[in-house]
Structure formats: structure tokens, C-alpha cells
């Protein structure tokens, strides 16, 4: 993810942007706070909202209305689940919920049902079967909370479905799919894995170190979206129906370069494909229509073009600052010998894309250990990070636009917030109709705080303090990701 500094911001002018605290509520955590939790979801049969906080010793469930008006809370004990983590929940027929709290190996998983009504729990667990290699991603669906994982050794996936207390699982076999690379060399499914699978989120922007993977999987509506990048050729995917089972294999052809291709990638969004090829001369976007497979639009511009963007050409290693890179010809070839990946979110009828890439490359330091004379002039050597990246945006036509002065989605107001609020670590957003809510917990206030976010400004003649409207909503780091 971009890890963009405060760039650009008036701060001679009042901050303001769409966001409006809807509710407020106190808890008093006397834990330690930095082990906290926060999970927001809707029931996906009614219009109720359910929030879930916690620290290391407490968990309070909070159950609102459509209009976000409390209607009941209860609070226990997480004693029993207190080394875990809070990964998914699912919603009976009773409304009452079931989280489900993972241990840190992903062996095993405690399911706590919670009556709201009895203000009571129990518990139940489930362990992994011993051969399970990892699990790829979590994610609920209609209430109902689902683990994809892979066995080892074995050509194929493992879909765990839990409901009212029950698991079905679900295997979905890839030992008849045939795996080649551009020069015709096959491979099994498992070696092709060896590349671990990055979720992408569909609400929110998807970081150029997770977009950038040759794997990545999509939940859309009742399927599971797989798509490999190994090919510099063609990109390989697979439509998975969650209820009958069905895989589809498809195949989407690279746009082809003038010089031979180093690098390509996809991101699938919106029934849509974007794919993109960059060499040191060329960059290449192609957008598909994902059932047909038919071009909608594309790209081609080489390194003396000038492409429409709406940020600067963008370059960051693990040790410096961002620095702007002038020119097209520039931003290619630090693209050079990266992983390159393109990331989309539609927003309404636009969408907000960056196109870039990440990578590690080696460093010197030829001063060696002063108090060693003999090896005082030997190298040493050490790993750097890199990344290079811009952003465009594309209108409902799919043409570029033009005007860099967009105003800021909810998202980016959203993470703006965040970005000026430091003391708020535990928070979650839900997406609610055309605007995002923000459920945090405020450690100064000790209370959860609902805030709602929607696209521009209160006050548009006061000037938009994001100039970059993709400043906040994609922080780079370097580090590992946490997820919220």
C-alpha cells in the first residue's frame, strides 16, 4: 500500500469532509487495549447492525437498528478465547450470533453462540484436519461464515462452511486443470500455489503489494473468483459457484506489447478484467467484459507519452521518503524488474485505479565494521523494498480522466480521519447503500464512536484538503498488513 506522508494539505483551512458522528456509546476496557477488536456487520436478512468489541478480557456485542439506534447490548467474558483472534461470525435463524475465535496456529477455532436475550454463551470447537497446509482467506456470506483452505499434497481446495453451530465441507478439485507458463512448461496446481492467493476487498482500495500478486481470489455475490498471473501471455481463471460446486475455467489473452513483455498482471471488479503489461519501453492496459471475454477498452503508451493521471509518477523504498519521478520514460523503467500490479475500485460510474509495481533488490555498504581493520572495506549486503506507482481514474465510458481535482470518496474521507485520529487502533467500516460508517473505539473517550463517511465536502468554496484523493484511503507500508 502507498505510504504517502500528509502531502499537500491546506493547513491554513478548516478541515472539512462528509463525515457525521451518528452515535456514541461508553466502554469502559480496563484491559490491555492494544490487544482490542472491533467487528461491524449487517444482517444480511434484516437492516440490523451488529458491532463487536473487545479487549483481552471483555467482549461487548451491540445490536443496532437500521438507523443505527441501539436496541440491545450484552457482555461476557472472552476467558476462554482470550490468545485468539476474531476472524467471522454468523447469524441463526434466532438472530443471536456465533463468532469464531482462531487460534494463532489457524488449528483450531473456538465458535461462541451468544443469546442476546438470555445474555448467556456457549461454546463449541473445531480442529483442522492435520494436513490442512494453510488457510487461503476467510469470508461470510448470507450470514454464514466460510474458511478456504489447502490440504497438503493434494490438487485441490477445501471449503468449510459453518452454520447454526454445524460444518459442511465442501472439496473443490482442480487435478483435471491443466497449468502452463508461457513457454509451454506444465506444472501441478500445487506448485502453482507455492505463490500464496491475496485476497482483494471489493470496498475499499487493494494495495499494490496485494495487487501485485500473480494470485488472487475475489468473493463476488455466490462465487469465488481465482485468477493466475503466472503467464506473461494470458491470464488463467476460475469462476467457482459457492452452492453447486461448478468451476469454469477461463482464459483472458494479454494485450500484446511491441517489445517482449517483463511483466503483467490482472484485477478482476465489476464483471470486469483490467489487465496490464509494462516493459522498460511500454505500459499496456486492457479492460475485458469477464463473461464474454470481449475488449471494452484499451491502452497502449510508451515511454515519450504522457499519461492522464491524477497523481504523480510516484517512487518509495523501504529506507526514503516518496519522490516524484518526472517523466513516463522514468516511472518504467523503476518499474522495470518489479512485480507489477494493477488495483481498481469503482466508485458510482468511475474508476479509481493505480498501476504500479513492488519489489526487493539488494543493497551495499562498503564501510564494513570500523572495529574489524582486516574486513573494514568488505560489503556487506542487505534487502531494500521498492514501489512505484500513480493513479488515474476512468469515467463510465471507460476513458481516462482528465481533471486531477476529484473530489474524495467516503473511503478517502474515511481514512483521512484515521490518519489525524492516531490514538483510534481498533476500528472497522462497514459499507451501508452509498456511504461507509466507522465503528471505533476511543481510548481517551473510552467509548465505541460511529461515525458516517460520504463522498466530497461539507463545503466545497473551502478547498479540498486531500489534493491527492487517494492520499489516505492507500497508505504504502513496508511492514506487515493488519487488517481490521
Known sequence: MKKLLLLCLLASRPLLFSQTILNSLPLDFQARTEKGQVLSIKDAKSDDIYVFASDNKDLSILKYNKSLFLK??????IKTAANRVLLGYSLGEDKNPILYWFSSTFRNVQLIKYNLTSQTSKSLYFNFPENLGYVI???QK???FYVLGKEDKEQHLLLYK???????IKMLDFSSFLFQNASGRSFTFNYMLRNFVKKMEKY??????NAASPNKIYIEDDHIILTFDYNLKKTQVFDINIETLLIKEKFFNQPVPK???????SFYTDK??????ANKDELLLDVKDFDSGASLKSFAYSKNDSIPKTSPFLVQTSISKPQKLKTTSKFLRNLSGLNTGVSVLKNKETSFI????LGEYAEYDFYGNPADFDNFYEPTSYLLSKVVYFDAALDKNLDFVKDKNIEPMAIDNLFYFLSLNKNIVWYDALKLDDFQVLFYYDPALKQLVIRKFTDGFINENMGNPIMNKSIFSKPFSFGNIKSN
Do not use: M, R, W, Y
Open 272 to 277: 470486469q478484467l483490467f489487465q496490464i503489461v
Open 142 to 144: 448470507d450470514n454464514v
Open 259 to 265: 517489445n517482449a513483455a517483463q511483466s503483467a498482471n
Open 162 to 168: 459453518f452454520e447454526n453451530g454445524t460444518c459442511e
Open 72 to 77: 440491545s447490548q450484552f457482555k461476557d467474558s
Open 204 to 209: 475499499t482500495f487493494n494495495p499494490i503489494d
Open 137 to 139: 482467506t476467510t469470508f
Open 354 to 357: 493505480t498501476i504500479g509495481g
